[in-house]
């Protein structure tokens, strides 16, 4: 079985920079795709970034030139750096494993989700 757990949210001020881990255990062959979402307090779950495994990166307008995505492949870890936070940043962000290759399963997931909050 495989889980994401994620950590590195917390509460910052305007400006301020946190960064974000999730790490994937279990069984696992390789990990497709890895991504960061977060959702809003009564918006829908939108893609922050996303990093395929050939290091393709992409960021949602908002963030882009803020918000950095990487990969370890060998601890199946990603981050999510984020700079510049703003106030509008503040969601619950998720993370998730596209395209997990498992002994005789491929299949997605989704972490637990972490809150960030900024302050103004």
């Known amino acids: 079985q495989v889980q994401l757990v994620e950590s590195g949210g917390g509460l910052v001020q305007a400006g301020g920079s946190l960064r974000l881990s999730c790490a994937a255990s279990?069984?696992?062959?390789?990990?497709?795709?890895m991504g960061w979402y977060r959702q809003a307090p009564g918006k829908q779950r939108e893609l922050v970034a996303g990093i395929t495994s050939g290091v393709i990166t992409n960021y949602a307008d908002s963030v882009k030139g803020r918000f950095t995505i990487s990969r370890d492949n060998a601890k199946n870890t990603w981050y999510l750096q984020m700079n510049s936070l703003k106030p509008e940043d503040t969601a619950v962000y998720y993370c998730?494993?596209?395209?997990?290759?498992?002994?005789?399963?491929?299949?997605?997931?989704w972490g637990q989700g972490t809150q960030v909050t900024v302050s103004s």
């Open positions: 279990g069984r696992i062959f390789s990990i497709n795709g």
């Open positions: 998730r494993a596209q395209g997990v290759v498992t002994p005789g399963l491929q299949d997605n997931y």
